[in-house]
């Protein structure tokens, strides 16, 4: 077992992830095999949906026919996927085993095209960890992996023919290493990284990956209260023209949020209304394969914190709550949301309807490593505490018993 997952339900997640499918393209996908196989009859795709929930959290294991399907979905052998001993495997259990990486240390092998293999495979991995456990723990690993490869495009210690290859696999790992620092609350390494990993995506030529780093260092410049700055990133994209719909959807609502932030409400909700338009529009052969994660979820948290930023607290507590909803599964996806829905509540002074969703939180705060969630919420439970006899005991008492979580993590 890895942090507390089985291997075959980390395996299951980090399949998917590599794929950057939906649960519900997974779904989907069941579908499609079941009917090329005669015989085989399996529920619709909300049940289909709601079992992978249950098998990629261990609630509950695949059983026949479902693991022969999986296996077909991913394009993996059933052992692979489901068998505790299985060798290499392109997931979260692959970082126990670094030997094949860590044999191309800093002046050791030359980097090859087995090194460039090896790192998509371990950034596929690293990845599949955040989402389920946050970015405190992987932060480290993730940049040390990054460093390396940086290390070996600086010296020249690669074999002849793998520059570009090479170079693009370096930005996406600084891609992955930026954000973790993002979430592990390290805002100044985060910038640090993600602008050498915008360098050498654009050595590479991956404007793909560069669009990505630049949303990055927009959603930066937002965090650490430079709208301006994050307005100016977006606009600059958005003005290239030329956008997939879905990075243009990304970049407008950095651009909405910037001008919420300034107090431009109405410039500010256009272009998240924009975003929600492209949001329609399904993933295009255009699209770049990291917009997964831009849905409908996630559009609904970020029009609640651009009513947070305006100070419309009340206006922001019903699309952070459908955000949360919107994230039934257990990880650091969810965790954020149920920390930004209780601060609205908690700012909106609606006690009770704040108890259920610390009580989420709490359930939560010792599974998923976050220093930027978790300086959320001390400063929540400060703001409870303040509010002397407004809160109901159940959730000051709740509030009380989540500091000392935090405390102790």
């Not at 790992?173 to 993002?182: Q, S, T």
């Not at 109405?266 to 831009?294: C, K, N, V």
């Not at 930004?340 to 509540?345: E, I, P």
């Amino acid at each position: 077992m890895i942090m507390g997952l089985p291997t075959w339900a980390a395996r299951l997640k980090a399949a998917r992830h590599g794929e950057c499918w939906t649960q519900k393209e997974v779904a989907r996908r069941l579908t499609e095999a079941a009917r090329e196989h005669a015989g085989i009859r399996i529920p619709g795709r909300e049940s289909l949906t709601r079992m992978l929930r249950d098998w990629e959290t261990g609630r509950a294991r695949p059983r026949s026919p479902y693991p022969q399907l999986l296996a077909l979905v991913f394009g993996l052998d059933e052992a692979v996927l489901f068998d505790d001993n299985a060798p290499h495997v392109l997931n979260s259990s692959t970082l126990g085993d670094m030997s094949v990486l860590n044999s191309f240390a800093v002046n050791g092998r030359p980097a090859d095209m087995d090194y460039v293999t090896m790192l998509r495979q371990t950034i596929q991995a690293l990845v599949a960890l955040d989402g389920a456990h946050g970015g405190n723990e992987v932060f480290p690993l993730s940049l040390r992996v990054f460093r390396t490869a940086s290390a070996k495009l600086a010296e020249g210690n690669f074999t002849a023919g793998i520059e570009r290859d090479l170079e693009a696999v370096a930005g996406e790992a600084g891609e992955v290493a930026a954000w973790m620092a993002y979430d592990a609350d390290r805002q100044d390494a985060s910038r640090q990284i993600i602008q050498e990993a915008l360098m050498l995506s654009r050595l590479a030529g991956d404007r793909g990956m560069e669009l990505f780093e630049l949303g990055h260092l927009s959603m930066l410049s937002l965090y650490r209260r430079r709208p301006h700055e994050a307005l100016r990133i977006a606009d600059d994209v958005l003005t290239n023209g030329g956008l997939p719909p879905r990075v243009a959807a990304i970049f407008d609502v950095r651009r909405g949020r910037a001008l919420a932030t300034m107090g431009d409400k109405a410039r500010g909700f256009d272009a998240l209304q924009r975003a929600r338009s492209a949001l329609t529009e399904s993933i295009s052969a255009r699209d770049p394969y990291w917009t997964w994660w831009m849905d409908e979820a996630e559009l609904s948290w970020h029009e609640g914190m651009a009513h947070a930023e305006l100070g419309e607290w009340r206006q922001a507590v019903a699309p952070i709550a459908e955000a949360f909803v919107g994230r039934s599964v257990r990880g650091r996806s969810r965790y954020q949301y149920a920390a930004q829905l209780l601060n609205a509540l908690v700012h909106a002074q609606a006690w009770r309807e704040a108890e259920p969703v610390i009580v989420d939180v709490m359930g939560q705060a010792s599974e998923v490593g976050s220093a930027r969630t978790a300086n959320l919420l001390l400063r929540v439970t400060d703001r409870i505490e303040r509010a002397g006899t407004g809160p109901t005991s159940t959730l000051a008492d709740s509030a009380q018993d989540l500091r000392c979580m935090l405390a102790s993590s």
